[in-house]
Nanobody, 124 residues
Framework: QVQLVESGGGLVQAGGSLRLSCAAS????????MGWFRQAPGKEREFVAT???????YYADSVKGRFTVSRDNAKNTVYLQMNSLKPEDTAVYYC??????????????????WGQGTQVTVTS
């Protein structure tokens, strides 16, 4: 059974940093593309970042230059390093697996096996 468990969220002041982790089990992790999404209160879940096979990454415009997605296949874990955090980054952050094509990297419908999420709160 595939399981994704996010961790690393918390409360941070604007300008601060957090690193989220997503530990995967029950799948051949190195063979899968991974993604991060977030959902703020009252808003729809939105794409944040994805790490494709071969190390190619894509980011939402709102986080480009501030967030970095990476993975450690030996630990079956994908990370989201978040720097220069802003209050508008406040949301529950989720990781998920995808086998979707590159052109659909931001399409939530192509992701599955979602984790339970981790709360990130950025205060001004």
């Amino acid at each position: 059974q595939v399981q994704l468990v996010e961790s690393g969220g918390g409360l941070v002041q604007a300008g601060g940093s957090l690193r989220l982790s997503c530990a995967a089990s029950g799948l051949a992790f190195s063979r899968y593309k991974m993604g991060w999404f977030r959902q703020a209160p009252g808003k729809e879940r939105e794409f944040v970042a994805t790490l494709r096979l071969g190390g190619v990454t894509y980011y939402a415009d709102s986080v480009k230059g501030r967030f970095t997605v990476s993975r450690d296949n030996a630990k079956n874990t994908v990370y989201l390093q978040m720097n220069s955090l802003k209050p508008e980054d406040t949301a529950v952050y989720y990781c998920a697996v995808t086998q979707g094509i590159t052109s659909a990297y931001a399409d939530m419908a192509t992701y599955y096996h979602w984790g339970q999420g981790t709360q990130v709160t950025v205060t001004s």
